[in-house]
């Protein structure tokens, strides 16, 4: 057993030497014998692609380009592992295929609508197990169905290695979906690189590593992440009609981003300059950059943790450390590069505070985008001094589900007035008599859209039709526009927020929370029976269902106190100032109390029982520009102005 073992070593050892090169048998003399490359041509360790096969398991991609034992390959500068397979394994693509969720709601599909079931887990399959699906079709099965993905290796390994970079660079890239996917079946794995070393990748798999562009631009994404379903009514029968189930590349096409050279990996495969070794056991291959990471982060941390957790039952290897390293990155992008928040208040009157949000959207496509469970929900909390709550609205209750839900759903709000409503950012699919629905082939309209678009979203784009704007928020003036300026990929919420006769100190909180499955989502699925749907529900029913914080932002200190205003007729001008000097006029009296706010509630200035001898005072504001609330007290009543320092 040990001489089998030194043999194999030495073998390995060999293997690793020859792989540096292209299979060149005029270079490779100098390193090894005709007979020791015959054996590595033909030696069973050896598995090249076999003919009429066009994908392989991930798995024949770890050895060069997982974790490198010897720190040489796979990691940047600093010698941190960045290896592509590590990274790809418990990232949403890798876990596709497995994914408890998915399986659940292709089961409930089903059960609804038996008579289109080949149909549908033909669809759907298509892109949650690419490699199995295609190689079902190349050998000319008209189906390939749950049953087929269970026991095969190819199906199961999800959004693999090869079944993305076998993708071709066809011309009618771009402009297929639903997965379509044009591969090209010369067995060729197309990269990022020029000129890259083609010899061991075609003498140990039998694939050609080959350059392309299109590697790295947004139209390689499209086959999958813009998804058309047939629909049909409450009886099962085709309307003849078409539904979209989601359309990120088509929002993405819609928004300033492709403009700016900013495409779907930019985001989700951020790029390091750090060059990188691609591949273990190379000696002498240059590193290459940018090298993209293959974190493949998106927001769906709810779905990583519960695969994580229950990864035995659902036949997942991977350790740990990797899913964590997914959930950090995961993380990151929510929390960094999803959204903005902004609270300001805008004046306190007639015992009322008005406090304005602004959401901005930082994605390169709607907010949130995929799958139309996914929703975000503005929090808005407004506590007295004490910590007394004065105004809540978009709590959660025991189960994460939103407080005082209503009936059918939450329309779209541009001001909030009542605890009772709530800014829900979603698309709600809606059946053929315009009722809520959660199961996609009885979708026939979407009755609510409003998540945020990204910037440069526009209507009179020709990829709108794909994701429009649906529901009130198409009328609220300042949903993605400024003035008459449209694409500004904003929303302002506009709080009134009763204070009830308190006249102390407010604080304002508020914070956007992300759900990739809210409980309501799963009501219509769980009244079904499948195997599937009973796995993922006792999985659900265990599962960390808490929101994500995406974004947040608070005022503190403002103060109240109003019984009734001062004159309307007071003014500060210029209001935006340009150097910080404002003048305000009309006062009419002599005795002026004027208090001066920045915009996160802390006091700058207060002159106190201001002699006037005139109608008219200056102000200076500090140097910093910004937004600053100036509270004028004449005689006990009060007026609070916001000032714009630009």
Not at 322 to 335: C, K, P, Q, R
Not at 602 to 620: G, L
Request: hydrophobic content about 35%; overall charge negative; proline content about 6%.
């Amino acid at each position: 057993m040990k001489n089998k073992i030194a043999v194999l070593a030495s073998v390995v050892a060999v293997i690793c030497i020859a792989s540096t090169f292209p299979f060149n048998p005029q270079v490779a003399k100098a390193y090894h014998t005709d007979g020791e490359l015959e054996f590595f041509k033909n030696h069973k360790m050896m598995t090249p692609i076999a003919s009429g096969e066009f994908f392989l398991v991930p798995t024949e991609c770890q050895g060069c380009h997982g974790y490198d034992t010897l720190g040489l390959a796979n990691v940047d500068a600093n010698g941190h592992d960045v290896n592509l397979f590590d990274d790809w394994e418990t990232s949403m693509m890798g876990l596709s295929a497995r994914d408890p969720l998915w399986r659940a709601k292709l089961s409930h599909e089903i059960l609804n609508n038996p008579s289109h079931s080949i149909e549908t887990q033909n669809l759907c399959i298509t892109c949650h197990a690419p490699a199995g699906h295609y190689t079902a079709m190349f050998h000319g099965q008209q189906h390939y169905t749950l049953a087929d993905l269970v026991n095969d290796s190819l199906g199961l390994s999800g959004v693999s290695c090869t079944a993305c970079h076998a993708i071709g660079d066809s011309s009618t890239l771009g402009s297929l979906f639903t997965g379509n996917i044009p591969y090209d079946t010369n067995k060729v794995m197309f990269g990022p690189f020029e000129f890259p070393v083609a010899g061991p990748m075609q003498l140990y798999v039998g694939y050609t590593p080959t350059f392309s562009t299109h590697v790295s631009e947004g139209r390689f994404c499209s086959p999958c992440h813009t998804l058309i379903s047939s629909s049909f009514d409450l009886n099962n029968v085709p309307t003849g009609t078409t539904f979209i189930e989601q359309a990120t590349y088509h929002e993405w096409l819609n928004s300033a981003y492709p403009s700016q050279d900013t495409k779907c990996q930019t985001c989700h495969m951020p790029q390091i300059e750090d060059p990188v070794v691609l591949a273990n056991g190379n000696i002498g291959l240059p590193g290459r950059t940018p090298f993209n990471l293959h974190q493949f982060a998106g927001a769906n941390s709810f779905m990583v943790k519960l695969i994580k957790q229950n990864k035995t039952a659902l036949g997942v290897n991977a350790p740990d450390y990797n899913f964590d390293s997914t959930l950090v990155a995961i993380d990151h992008m929510l929390t960094t590069q999803a959204l903005d928040a902004t609270a300001s208040l805008n004046t306190i009157t007639n015992d009322t505070a008005y406090v304005d949000v602004v959401l901005k959207n930082k994605a390169g496509h709607k907010f949130p985008s995929g799958y139309p469970s996914r929703r975000a929900v503005v929090q808005m909390i407004v506590t007295k001094a004490n910590g007394d709550t004065l105004f809540a609205s978009g709590l959660f209750d025991s189960n994460y589900e939103v407080v005082n839900p209503v009936t059918p759903f939450e329309p779209h709000h541009d001001i909030i007035t009542s605890p009772n409503q709530k800014q829900i950012y979603e698309m709600v699919m809606g059946n053929v008599i315009g009722n809520p629905t959660t199961i996609l082939e009885q979708a026939y309209a979407p009755l609510k859209d409003n998540r945020i678009p990204p910037l440069g979203f526009t209507t009179q784009h020709n990829a709108y039709d794909t994701c429009k704007i649906i529901g009130s928020a198409s009328s609220d003036l300042d949903f993605n526009f400024n003035g008459s300026i449209e694409g500004t990929g904003k929303d302002v919420v506009h709080y009134h927020i009763s204070l009830g006769g308190y006249s102390g100190t407010i604080n304002v909180y508020t914070a956007v929370y992300y759900q990739t499955l809210p409980p309501a989502f799963l009501s219509d699925m769980s009244t079904f029976s499948s195997p599937e749907i009973n796995a993922f529900m006792a999985m659900y029913a265990n599962a960390d269902k808490s929101p994500v914080k995406v974004t947040a932002d608070s005022l503190l200190n403002i103060q109240t106190g109003i019984t009734s205003p001062v004159s309307q007729n007071i003014n500060v001008i210029p209001n935006p100032t340009s150097d910080g000097r404002v003048v305000i006029t009309n006062l009419k009296s002599q005795l002026v109390t004027i208090e001066l706010w920045d915009q996160r509630g802390k006091q700058i200035q207060h002159f106190s029982n201001k002699t006037i001898d005139r109608n008219t005072v200056e102000v200076q504001l500090p140097q910093v520009k910004g937004i600053y609330y100036m509270r004028i007290t004449i005689n006990g009543q009060s007026q609070t102005k916001k000032i714009l320092y630009i």
